[in-house]
């Protein structure tokens, strides 16, 4: 009799071959949950980055319209950041920083158009809403956005228009 308690004992103390499987196959299915829902929320962290800079482009744009002083957007490409900006000796500027993963990757906006300093990454509208240079030349742009997957969002504004979009192919 106890000779069969021993056997029954020293049968069940391992895992079965079944077990092993579903303790596998749990633990897969939960890695790909977390890295899906981890690249779902890097491109909704991009798509609010675009959609802010869009809105602020935007209010820039109806300040210059409604002939409130002169404003202006100034990105930040090393760190990051952009500033909306009344054109007024003294005045401040307001700084808005990207949400952290969300790279400002280059502007092509020359609000001085010097081509020996490069961009300036400026951005002016008149009052009619048009983007322009200094030297008053109708001219818009674009600027790159990437999430730490390397998910790009272009922001574009229309040369003519002053129409802001964004799109996920470069102009």
């Known amino acids: 009799m106890c000779f069969g308690i021993k056997k029954v004992i020293a049968a069940s103390s391992g895992f079965s071959l079944l077990e092993v499987v579903l303790a596998l196959l749990i633990t ?13 929320a890097s491109k909704q962290k991009l ?15 109806q300040q210059n319209a409604d002939n409130n002083g002169t404003h202006a957007i100034l990105f930040d490409c ?16 307001r700084k808005v920083v990207l949400p952290a993963g969300i790279d400002l990757t280059a502007t092509n906006f020359d609000f001085d158009n010097n081509p020996d300093n490069g961009y ?51 102009p």
């Open 120 to 170: 300036d990454n400026e951005l002016r509208f008149n009052s009619k809403g048009e983007p322009f240079r200094n030297n008053g030349i109708l001219c818009g742009g674009h600027l790159g956005l990437r999430n730490k997957n390397k998910k790009y969002l272009y922001v574009i504004v229309a040369s003519v228009t002053g129409q802001v979009r964004i799109d996920t192919n470069p």
């Open 47 to 61: 798509n609010f980055a675009a959609n802010l800079i869009c809105k602020d482009i935007r209010l820039i744009q």
């Open 78 to 93: 090393c760190n990051d950041v952009y500033y909306l900006k009344k054109c007024e000796a003294g005045a401040k500027s």
């Open 28 to 40: 897969i299915l939960f890695s790909g949950i977390a890295l899906a829902s981890s690249n779902l």
